[in-house]
């Protein structure tokens, strides 16, 4: 008798599979990943000059302008994130973001020279 452990996809087929080979193969895979959409927080950038390079975590996301909201938002991992904008000419602007999942946040920043 084979135990099938309330999982139809364990039990053994009758092709000659081994009893509970499914059920291994499945965890030896790991759990499903998250979908992006999921497991990321989203920064609407209001920023002057537009053209301004966005930088987060050291590396460059492309300019403020992009992630305007209209269409697109700057799609950021949940946690503590340091944002920074930069553009020749004008003194860098930065600050420290927490990012939760599903979260949304507005940035306002004017660069000076």
């Given amino acids: 008798m084979v135990a099938c452990l309330g999982l139809a996809s364990s039990c053994a087929s009758s092709q000659g599979e081994e009893p509970g080979s499914r059920l291994l193969r499945a965890f030896e895979a790991g ?5 992006e959409r999921d497991a990321r927080g989203n920064v609407v950038l ?7 390079a966005v930088w987060v975590d050291g590396v460059e996301q492309g300019i403020a302008d992009d992630f ?3 269409p697109r938002f700057l799609s950021v991992a949940p946690g503590i994130r340091r944002l920074e904008l930069r553009r020749p000419g004008l003194k860098p602007w930065a600050t420290v973001l927490v990012v939760s999942a599903e979260g949304r946040q507005r940035i306002v920043a ?4």
Avoid: W
């Fill in 68 to 70: 305007d909201g209209s």
């Fill in 31 to 35: 759990p499903a990943p998250l979908l």
């Fill in 110 to 113: 004017r660069l000076s020279p």
């Fill in 46 to 52: 209001d920023v002057v000059p537009s053209d301004a």
